[in-house]
Structures are given as C-alpha cells and as structure tokens.
C-alpha cells in the first residue's frame, strides 16, 4: 500500500479486539498509554517510517506521526481498522498514515522500517509478542531499526491464596455437590492437581494478596536480539516471609525506550491498570519459612503442548 489512507475499510464479523470496551480500557490506562507515547515521541524522528504492529484504534501511529515520521504503516487484524482510518483523519495525518487490515505475518509492506512499535505483550506473552516481533524483524525493519518496546522482564511472585479467592475445587463444594447429585466428584479435584488452574484477575482482586517474597525475573527479552520465541528457563529465589505457598502471580517490566518502563507489579499500579494478572495456582501447597529457596521453571512460546506445564516450582527448606 503506498497512498496514505487510501486503503478500504474492510467489515468484518469478527469481534475479539474490535470491542469498544477493550480499547476504552486501554486507553483510560494512563500509565499505560502515555507511556508508549512519550517513547514514541523519545525514538521516532522525521527520517523514520514506523510499522505500528497490532494499531487498535491507531492511537500508537497517529502518535507516531505527531512525532514526525515520514510515513506509518498501521496493522490491525479486526475490524477496530475503521476506526483507526477515521481517526487518522479526524488528527489530520492521513497522508503519512498507511492503514492495513490483515494479520501481521500475511501484510507485505514496500519499503523497510527503522521503527517497530507493538503494543501485543496480553498478560504477559498471551498476544503472541515473541514470533510477531521475530517476523517483523525478518521480513519488514532495516538492520538498524529501533522497536518498542525494546526489552521485556517476565516476573513471577510467590502468594498465598486466602479464602475468599476460591480459586480450587473445594471440599465443602463436593460435599454438597454429593448432597446436591447425589455422586462423588472427587476425580475432578484429582485432575485439578494434575492440571492445575490458571486465571486472569483484576488488580483489584489480587492487590491485597498475602506475598513470600520480592518477585522473581523468570525471563528476560531483548527484541532486537533475541532469536527463539519458544524456550525454558530456570530461576531460583529466596523467600522472604513464613506462609503457604498456594500461586505465582505473573506480572511484568516493559523497557519501551530508555528510562520509560511499563511495570505492572501490583505494588506499582493502580485502578486504572487495565492488565489483567496472570494467576498459576501450584497443584499443591507448601507450608514456607524465610530463608527457604524455591526454583521456577518457566516454559512459554507455541511449542508448549498442552501437557506441559508453563511452570514447574520447587521448595528447597534453607538448611
């Protein structure tokens, strides 16, 4: 595509990211997009054309050119493109911004890109980040290109869950699931702990969540460098408090430009975080001491089957 907005809006039926409620979420997260803005307005200079992977609203490429760029193309798979070509009309840049709908790896663009802007971490990794960004290097940047963000810190802390979470099968709902149906369910608490649960909460829900300890960086990328978006690491921590060790709370450090982070560390947000918390509840607990280690290892990318388990944790008693 080379004429700056000419591209049709193309319907689609399709809802997943198109739906309003999820991009007035992002957009009232300040933090979140003022800090994505302010690293634009940091790297992008008037010799840069910008690839804006994942636009939504086109917020990010309307930003983009603001700060000057020669040209940007914007990428977005649903049909939130219609309201990125009008409002790249309504900020009056339509002729430097390229609005493409398709997924990422299936757009060709006709000329490289010195920037690399994607807004696809999900919570974290969920959105595909790792092999969007390794396409996006391959195919589309020139060898000197800038992305943002330029690193980012998986960390996970240790919790105890209290009651009011329910977040396991309890044995008080199969007693009156007993009562209730008259059959014993007990298999389903068995498979529970074979394949443990996971949950996306709010800030709100897991803010006051009892920690062992400071969290933990399970993985670290750098997106101009880094060649695998499958993987497995090994980290070792330290509790730091006594206590039943019933989840890791997944949170993460977006390193956009330098000095400008995204960290969502529950201790670091607010309500108006719009991240939701990645909750990997441990197939059993263990009862903790400060001074205890515990090892994580922490698997991710598309070659995890289903059988595997994104996390494995051991708990060493401090001798």
Do not use: C
Not at 118 to 140: F, H, Q, Y
Not at 183 to 207: F, G, I, M, N
Not at 304 to 309: E, H, K, P, R, Y
């Amino acid at each position: 595509p080379s004429g700056a907005g000419a591209q049709p809006v193309i319907s689609s039926p399709r809802q997943g990211f198109a739906k309003s409620v999820i991009h007035r979420k992002m957009l009232n997260d300040k933090t979140r997009t003022g800090q994505y803005l302010a690293a634009i307005r940091s790297i992008v200079t008037a010799a840069d054309t910008v690839v804006d992977l994942g636009s939504g609203t086109g917020v990010l490429a309307i930003a983009a050119a603001q700060a000057g760029a020669k040209r940007v193309y914007a990428i977005e798979s649903s049909s939130i493109v219609g309201v990125a070509h009008q409002a790249v009309h309504a900020n009056q840049v339509a002729e430097r911004v390229s609005i493409i709908q398709g997924w990422s790896v299936k757009v060709d663009l006709p000329e490289p890109a010195q920037v690399l802007v994607t807004e696809t971490i999900g919570d974290p990794l969920s959105e595909g980040i790792l092999p969007l960004v390794l396409d996006a290097r391959k195919r589309w940047l020139s060898p000197d290109a800038r992305i943002i963000p330029a690193r980012l810190a998986v960390h996970v802390e240790p919790v105890t869950l209290p009651e009011t979470a329910n977040l396991r099968i309890l044995d008080e709902e199969l007693s009156r699931w007993r009562q209730w149906y008259e059959q014993d369910l007990t298999p389903l608490q068995s498979w529970e702990k074979t394949y443990p649960a996971s949950h996306y909460l709010k800030w709100s829900q897991v803010r006051e969540w009892p920690s062992l300890g400071t969290p933990l960086r399970v993985a670290h990328f750098d997106f101009k460098t880094f060649v695998d978006a499958s993987g497995e690491t090994t980290t070792e921590g330290v509790f730091q408090a006594a206590g039943r060790l019933d989840a890791l709370l997944v949170s993460f450090d977006a390193e956009l430009a330098p000095q400008i982070h995204i960290r969502t560390h529950r201790g670091q947000v607010d309500e108006t975080n719009h991240w939701l918390y990645w909750v990997w509840v441990l197939p059993a607990f263990h009862q903790v001491q400060p001074g205890d280690r515990f090892k994580v290892t922490f698997r991710y990318g598309q070659g995890l089957s289903a059988q595997q388990s994104p996390f494995d944790v051991t708990v060493v008693p401090a001798s």
